[in-house]
Each structure stands twice: as C-alpha cells, then as structure tokens.
C-alpha cells in the first residue's frame, strides 16, 4: 500500500471506534482521546486492529506515542520498507505479480 491507502485504511479503522454520541469526522490530525473521547480500552482496540489488518507489529512503547491518526501513518512508513517497484510500504511486489499473471492467464491485456 502506498501511503495514501495506508492512510485510507487507518481511517477508516478509526472511523469504525468512533461511536462517540457525536460522532466526529475522522482527520489525519484526529486526536484519538481529544478529539474522539477514546479510552484506553478503545486505544487498545485501536492498535490490535490495525496490527490485524496491516499484519504488523507496533511495539507499546511506540503505540504510547501515537495520539492521532497521522501518528500511525508515521510510524507505518518509517518502520516499513519502502518498495518503488510497487509504491507500497512495505514491498508487495509478489502480490501485484500474483494479480497480473492471473489475469494475463485469463487472456485479458493489461494496458
Ligand atoms: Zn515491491
């Protein structure tokens, strides 16, 4: 994922925990606790979601510094190789070729 997807995907994570009783708009500046009222319960939900969907591991002692939305998508571009082949953090080079060959398969031409 390039780091727009990424910050599509931390988002919308974030969107789904957003069931304040005013539901705020999610932002890249988004405060977890500020802005959204999250506790730590929520936090916690927060970081094994995106773990979960982004197959990574951020350790605690770097999930106690991300307090907004943009925090996470720092932390995911600069503990996450870079691939210029593909754009995405981290390399999923495999992944694009899997796609291709199997559309080249299904004799479909890629412009
Ligand atoms: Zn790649």
Redesign the pocket.
């Known amino acids: 994922m390039n780091r727009q997807e990424l910050a599509d995907v931390v988002l919308g994570i974030t969107q789904t925990l957003n069931d304040s009783d005013q539901v705020s708009p999610v932002f890249l500046d988004t405060n977890f606790r500020r802005d959204l009222g999250f506790d730590d319960l929520d936090c916690l939900h927060l970081h094994l979601l995106i773990e979960d969907k982004l197959d990574v591991s951020i350790p605690d002692e770097d999930w106690r510094d991300i307090e907004a939305v943009a925090h996470i998508i720092d932390w995911l571009i600069q503990n996450q190789p870079y691939?210029p082949?593909?754009d995405?953090y981290p390399?999923?080079?495999d992944e694009?070729a899997a796609v291709t060959e199997a559309v080249e398969r299904q004799g479909v031409v890629i412009h």
């Open positions: 691939c082949h593909c995405c390399c999923r080079c694009v």
